[in-house]
DNA sequence: TGTCATACCTCAAACTCATAGGTATCCTCC
DNA sequence: GGAGGATACCTATGAGTTTGAGGTATGACA
């Protein structure tokens, strides 16, 4: 019961994805990642910072990224960039993604053309 | 703190999505949903049956499934149709996925664009 | 002074899904 | 006739993720 070998997380760690794809174009602080995914989105995509902050910080431990504090204007931020081995983990997750992707809309096409045969 | 309103589901609602469609093409028994998603999706799409059947059961409970119990050859199967309700839904599912699933496609290509002009 | 945006954080509760169990029938092979 | 596997249903525990709501503090603006 211990470790999750199916579905490899994804359909619910879009988050932890998103974060290593942005992160690796450039260092951003939490705050900023939270408007980021909301902007480049256009909106459809919302994780609030209660859903970002606890997920850096596992990642953090984990190893993926690395944090530096920075102080702007008396007002202070934590830049996370990504480490090498986010690097391995952000391509192993984009292959699952794409993979799990396209399966879910293989099924959806399906369904398409199922309907334009039987009508 | 009870409904939830962000992120409609989809970001671990695929099992649901999924469903709706293979039933919206023709009935079908738990057991046989089970087999059905792991081969149209070719093994990349793998869910239990301890996440199908209660699954059917909650869909039955909230109106979009019906069902219908039959003996074949002395096995009984529950057979689950799709209720006008249910189709409605199976639509509002759709959509959500393919802006979900296209926005998250969108930042990672967006990963892309940013490499190729920054190398 | 008050309020809003920025910027960090944490916790409780809700929810989903994986794993592992349980029952029972049928078929095949030995 | 018995073992084992496939079929077919089911539930329960628990791991893991995300939401929603809260809390702190600074800076800017009116």
Same mark, same amino acid.
């Given at each position: 019961m211990a470790t999750r070998k199916t579905n490899p997380d994804? $359909?619910?760690g879009v988050p932890e994805l998103v974060l290593l794809e942005l992160l690796s174009r450039r260092p951003m602080y939490g705050y900023e990642l939270v408007q980021a995914i909301k902007d480049e989105s =256009? /909106? *459809?995509l919302e994780f @609030?910072? /209660?859903?970002?902050?606890? !997920? $850096?910080h596992k990642l953090e431990e984990r190893g993926? !990224? =690395? #944090? %530096? %504090? $920075?102080?702007? @204007? /008396? %007002? #202070?931020r934590v830049v996370y960039r990504v480490t090498s081995k986010g690097t391995k983990q952000r391509a192993a997750s984009m292959a699952q993604w794409s993979t799990i992707a396209e399966s879910v809309g293989r099924i959806l096409q399906g369904g398409k053309y199922?309907? *334009? %045969? =039987?009508?």
């Open positions: 994804f $359909l619910n =256009s /909106g *459809a @609030g910072e /209660g859903c970002i902050y606890p !997920l $850096l993926d !990224l =690395s #944090s %530096r %504090r $920075l102080d702007v @204007g /008396g %007002r #202070s199922e309907q *334009a %045969r =039987s009508t």
